[in-house]
């Protein structure tokens, strides 16, 4: 069975610290690896991830890849109160013919002044 | 670029009600929409996969004949829920992917904002 799996479900940390959140996969013809932030609505796109150990940054975020091991880190550095947020974890494969996003249950984090 | 808009963004509705609830790509053409629902404090799951003139593929244990779907344009589709009850109550989200090469990344969804459905 195809399935994506984050941990922890929940964190909460002080303005200032870093986190790393974890994403690990079971999917069928992997395609990509993708994070997510969401807020109230609907997800809004972090990164895309296709390669093994090449880390994409963006500003405080970054996150790499290992396709030996199944797994995806997301880091966040000096985190701010707006990161407070869930971050999904998605992989996309080719499942059953078609190509399809396998979302995981995400990680609540706040982010406390 | 690369804009998906969604209405309503909110509807409330009785029970036995039917719902539609429109999925646009504003500045893209996409040949593949997809729908998720999202439950309080749980993630997207998917539902169905909307294909341009074609019937939609619906995921195992969604029902084709309550979630209706019509894509019947390379920037529309509707998901009608029909005969809505309140365990039908949910975050529906739609995606759409864009079908030029080199529009940001090629195979990327861009998702919607995302319509939530009450049913008293």
């Known amino acids: 069975e195809d399935k994506v799996v984050q941990s922890p479900l929940s964190l909460v940390v002080h303005e200032g610290d870093t986190v790393t959140l974890n994403c690990s996969y079971e999917?069928?013809?992997?395609?990509?690896l993708l994070w997510y932030k969401q807020e109230k609505k609907a997800p809004t796109f972090l990164f895309m991830l296709?390669?093994?150990?090449i880390e994409k940054k963006s500003g405080r975020l970054s996150s790499i890849l290992d396709k030996k091991e199944l797994f995806s880190i997301l880091n966040i550095t000096a985190t701010q109160t707006g990161d407070s947020a869930v971050y999904l974890c998605?992989?996309?494969?080719?499942?059953?013919?078609?190509?399809?996003?396998?979302f995981g249950q995400g990680t609540r984090l706040t982010i406390n002044p | 670029g690369a804009v998906v808009s969604q209405h309503p963004s909110r509807v409330i509705c009785k029970s036995g009600t039917s719902v539609k609830i429109e999925c646009r790509s504003l500045?893209?053409?996409?040949?593949?929409m997809f729908w998720y629902r999202q439950f309080p404090k749980q993630s997207l799951m998917l539902m169905a996969t909307?294909?341009?003139?074609?019937?939609?593929?619906?995921e195992q244990g969604v029902e084709k004949d309550k979630f209706l779907i019509n894509h019947a344009s390379l920037t529309l589709s509707t998901l009608t829920v029909t005969s809505a009850h309140p365990e039908d109550s949910s975050f529906y989200i739609c995606?759409?992917?864009?079908?030029?090469?080199?529009?940001?990344?090629?195979?990327?969804?861009?998702f919607g904002p995302g319509t939530r459905l009450t049913v008293l």
């Open positions: 296709t390669s093994s150990g």
């Open positions: 999917v069928t013809n992997f395609r990509s």
């Open positions: 909307s294909n341009e003139g074609s019937k939609a593929t619906y």
């Open positions: 995606s759409a992917r864009a079908i030029q090469p080199g529009l940001a990344s090629y195979n990327e969804q861009f």
């Open positions: 998605a992989v996309e494969g080719t499942i059953q013919g078609a190509q399809k996003l396998v």
């Open positions: 500045d893209f053409q996409a040949t593949t």
